[in-house]
């Protein structure tokens, strides 16, 4: 299948006009109830049909007793009902033209033989007639422009977040809703979602090829437990990350986690060692936790990639750069030999009890501007390729400066930033500021390193696909 048909095939699970629920229900609570509330009384402004035999109208809503009896054509269907009737209500969508349906339903393959059987059969019946599914198993899909929200966890339990850079692919809801959540909270925003749970039809591999023709996003990152087709997920990946960063966490590494991941999913996780070395080749960065994962995903979102590895530090407190120097050393990045004449100006310009090495420590007495001076010298140094200050905000000599200027030194600067500061209320509320003006924040060194990492690993991607 070409890219431009795999598009096309899968515009509408994000672009959808008119969507029917199917299995709709009117008790709040209901998975049946909660989807269909959060399509039709938030943002999506598409139709909305209640699909249930029972009733005549939920939510203000007319309620058809089959999608074979609303008079319009639906772009998508969203499935809540039980696994024994999933393939008759496929079939049912089949003739009703439908061909894009999101199954939100369990009980299929990660229950056994029988379940396995019923996705056999619905994956059969789509193919069929032709329609594309996500799913089953699964939260759906949200597309942060459209709004459209297959997800039946309540607005008042999980935030949505805004429109942003990165999407997020998931074999799991669970870290699905995490991400969202953790999206909307630091106002970095999301692009595409999908959870695809059970994957009997559309996979990680069309969901790349998509992403990569979309303009919205800018980074994918991707969770995993198990691969159906490694060889199609490493072909995309290989085209796709040329293109735009591709970070996966891989569950089930171990072989017990493998065994937990398949009773979730029905899918067998695989040796880590393996995947490792396929997705290295596939120009994939590989995220060792959760946390890794975003923390990468929002760095790539508004840094640009790295051009070496050469880490260059300045901080009012040298405690944090002592961890983040064994950090980088374990992710093979390097703390840069600063050059002579970086190390004069330096010593020329700042007070001399401040150690002008690298990591460059101004103590507790710096302040906005002996940071800039400190950090426009190292923009100029060329032995450095990235750039990491550490702030101290409860430390009072800190003036409010300091974000005028890493506004300017973000705005000129040709290297990458990605800053430490750890701390209470001030503090997050000085690293909120800062992310506003595209400077991402981490909480402690380890997660400021990983995210060097990242941009770094996809700059060296970058060259390698320029040299190939």
Known sequence: ?????????????????????????????????????????????????????????????????????????????????????????????????????????????ELGERGKELEEKTAEIAKKYGIRIIGPNCIGVFDSKTRLDTFFQSRERMIRPPPGPIAFLTQSGTYGCA??????????????????????????????????????????????EGLGDGRKFIEAAKYVAKKKPIIVLKGGRTKEGAKAAQSHTGWLGGEDRVYRGAFKQAGIIWADTFEELFDMAKALAMQLPAQGPNVAMVSNGAGPMVQAVDACVEKNLKIAKLTEKTINILKEKLPPYYIVNNPVDVTGSANSKDYKIVLETLLEDPNVHILMPFFVFQDTPLDEGILDVMKEINEKSNKPIVVGAAGGPYTRKMSKELEKIGVPVYPIPERTVAAAYALYTYGNIKKRSKSE
Request: glycine letters at 8%; aromatic letters at 10%; charged letters at 25%.
């Open 1 to 109: 299948m070409n890219n431009e048909k795999q598009v096309s095939d899968l515009d509408k699970f994000f672009k959808a006009k008119s969507v029917a629920v199917i299995g709709a229900s009117a008790t709040p609570g209901k998975i049946g109830y909660e989807v269909l509330r959060n399509l039709a009384c938030f943002e999506y402004k598409g139709k909305i049909f209640p699909v249930n035999p029972r009733r005549s109208e939920i939510l203000g809503l007319k309620c058809y007793p089959s999608v074979l009896n609303i008079p319009e054509n639906i772009d998508l269907a969203v499935l809540v009902v039980s696994a024994e009737l999933t393939p008759k209500t496929v079939e049912e969508c089949g003739k009703k033209g439908i061909k894009n349906i999101v199954i939100i339903s369990g009980g299929f393959k």
């Open 179 to 224: 991400f969202l959540e953790w999206a909307a909270e630091e106002g970095i925003g999301i692009s595409k979602f999908v959870s695809y749970g059970n994957r009997i039809d559309v996979d990680e591999a069309d969901l790349l090829h998509y992403l990569a023709m979309d303009e919205d996003t800018k980074v994918i990152a991707i969770y995993i």
